[in-house]
């Protein structure tokens, strides 16, 4: 499995606007509906599946970095998206440090599988200081696709 496999790649948003945790929810969510990767009327209800499920606990993993995710039954196939932000925003990481980086991950309810692997393919790259680097240095949406194929091909 690839991060090209499953990250939607027209949604990726290289300057968040929100400046909340919920907020960047949100817009990673609205972004994957208004690049047609999930039906808008499904955002509501995405966005406050992933919510509930980070108040159970962050997932914010520290080093700049969070990955949101949730199974949802609406959600038919693996699907993700990336949002940077250059000023940073309070996910009650593990480490308290601000988040940049932040993957969120929308799986079918119904393959566990599926999800297990996506998590953890994108943990093995975050985990590595020069993809989280580049990432928080990309600083528009061509270069963090870039930056996806690249570590997909490496």
Do not use: W
Not at 16 to 35: C, I, M, P
Not at 78 to 84: E, I
Not at 119 to 125: D, N
């Amino acid at each position: 499995m690839k991060l090209t496999d499953f990250v939607h790649m027209e949604s990726v948003i290289a300057e968040l606007q929100a400046k909340d945790r919920n907020g960047v929810v949100r817009e990673l969510v609205q972004s994957l509906a208004d690049h047609g990767a999930i039906a808008p009327e499904l955002v509501d209800t995405l966005v406050k599946s992933t919510i509930l499920r980070e108040n159970q606990g962050s997932t914010g993993f520290g080093k700049g970095v969070a990955v949101p995710h949730v199974k949802h039954e609406k959600i038919t196939k693996l699907l993700a998206t990336v949002g940077r932000s250059s000023h940073g925003v309070d996910f009650a990481a593990l480490d308290r440090s601000p988040v940049y980086t932040i993957f969120l991950l929308l799986s079918p309810k119904s393959d566990a599988d599926a999800h297990l692997a996506a998590m953890e393919k994108i943990f093995r790259h975050l985990q590595r200081d020069n993809f989280r680097r580049f990432l928080r240095q990309a600083d528009t949406q061509e270069a963090i696709q870039e930056l996806m194929i690249e570590v997909d091909e490496a």
